[in-house]
């Protein structure tokens, strides 16, 4: 019999706390996301729900500002370190799922192969422009009156495996753009590219001083190339349920269902919603503000803003949660929003775990992999894993 009849996964994205022992490799010395957030507010992040389960005390050595460690955490604390190849969303996720990606992912920082590029063009029948890496909010600023104009597409890339398309719905119909980023994803799965997702990103506005992303981002993502632990619990009978974009990086996979949402709000209530019903098993929920609006764009200001809203809707989550519920809020990379550059960070990520039913208090310490996650999960329900990660279910008491 499972110990908790339901574990809820949060993961609050791009939220780092501090490099990671590897994080030279990544040219990424010296990124905090969490910590240089608090020290841009000058003590005034005020995350009191989150500092309560024991945010805090991670970083005894060096604390937070506005987020100090505290006597007695009613939660469970550490952090964790990737070793997957890369730092993307979808390296991260799936190394949480037992899964780590070992091998590189496709990279082209000067843009994509003109052969790559000339089979878009084709397949759309529309020219492709900029092929650079590029700000997704600089590069429609400066590019989509262009687009307006002529139809062409806007292709660019990232300091991570991504294709991403960006087109403004009023030319380039959403349902045009998900068909020409589904072709772009069949032909860049295997080597030579192997891009790791391919990302729609659609657009509204008639001038750069308007231009706005919408909601209808859809991501892409390479096929699990092995089972992850969410097969491995639905397999077992254990409902899985996707809240964000959950579905996307796991194309699917091992999920029975879930929602897409349209903001860090939208996806805070829609796993408050899942949590008040009888729904049992796994609710997986991502929150991509923070990484897609705050640590690309560098926008500390933001970032921490958004940090604040959502501690209190977790006060919210907590007061819904029953005693046999398990909460476990982590990241899945940092992307700090005062570092150099705009994309994602070599991090540590936060780990913090709580139960009405557990006394709290306790340090989990440095965890890796991020499959230490699942390995608990899997452990909770009596699922057999494949000892890619290592259970801390019993330093839960």
């Not at 269902?257 to 903001?263: L, R, W």
């Not at 990241?331 to 005062?338: E, K, R, V």
């Not at 570092?339 to 990520?349: L, P, Y």
């Amino acid at each position: 019999m499972a110990q908790f009849k339901r574990v809820i996964g949060i993961v609050t994205d791009s939220i780092g706390i501090g490099e990671a022992p590897d994080a030279a490799k990544f040219n990424d010395e010296g990124s905090d996301t969490l910590g240089h957030i608090g020290t841009f507010f000058k003590g005034q992040l005020a995350l009191p729900n989150w500092q309560q389960l024991g945010l805090g005390n991670i970083r005894q050595d060096q604390p937070i500002e506005g987020v100090a460690p505290i006597a007695h955490p009613i939660g469970y604390f550490g952090k964790m370190a990737e070793i997957s190849a890369g730092k993307d969303s979808m390296d991260g996720h799936w190394e949480m799922m037992g899964l780590p990606v070992t091998a590189p992912l496709g990279f082209f920082p000067q843009g994509f192969p003109e052969a790559l590029i000339k089979q878009i063009e084709d397949f759309s029948g529309r020219k492709v422009i900029v092929n650079l890496p590029y700000s997704g909010t600089e590069v429609i600023a400066k590019y989509g009156e262009q687009q307006l104009k002529t139809g062409d597409l806007i292709v660019y890339t990232s300091g991570d495996s991504v294709l991403q398309i960006a087109a403004n719905t009023a030319v380039i119909p959403l349902k045009e753009l998900y068909k020409i980023c589904e072709y772009a994803r069949s032909i860049t799965t295997d080597a030579p590219y192997k891009i790791g997702r391919v990302i729609a990103r659609p657009y509204v506005g008639d001038s750069a001083e308007n231009f706005t992303r919408t909601s209808d981002r859809h991501d892409y993502a390479l096929m699990p190339n092995a089972p992850t632990d969410l097969d491995r619990l639905q397999a077992a009978g254990v409902p899985t349920y996707g809240v964000g974009k959950i579905n996307d990086i796991f194309s699917g996979q091992g999920l029975d269902d879930g929602i897409h949402t349209v903001s860090n709000v939208d996806g805070m209530n829609q796993t408050i919603k899942q949590v008040k019903s009888d729904r049992q098993g796994f609710i997986f929920t991502n929150l991509v503000d923070f990484d897609a609006m705050y640590g690309h764009r560098r926008n500390a200001q933001g970032d921490g803003e958004a940090l604040m809203i959502f501690d209190q809707q977790l006060g919210e989550l907590m007061a819904a949660m029953q005693p046999e519920d398990l909460l476990m809020i982590t990241s899945d990379h940092g992307n700090d929003p005062t570092f150099r550059g705009t994309d994602h960070t070599r991090e540590f990520v936060p780990l913090v775990v709580y139960s009405k039913s557990l006394p709290g208090g306790g340090d989990l310490g440095i965890r890796s992999p991020f499959a230490d996650m699942g390995a608990t999960i899997l452990e909770n329900f009596g699922v057999a894993g494949t000892g890619v990660g290592h259970s801390f279910l019993a330093a839960l008491k």
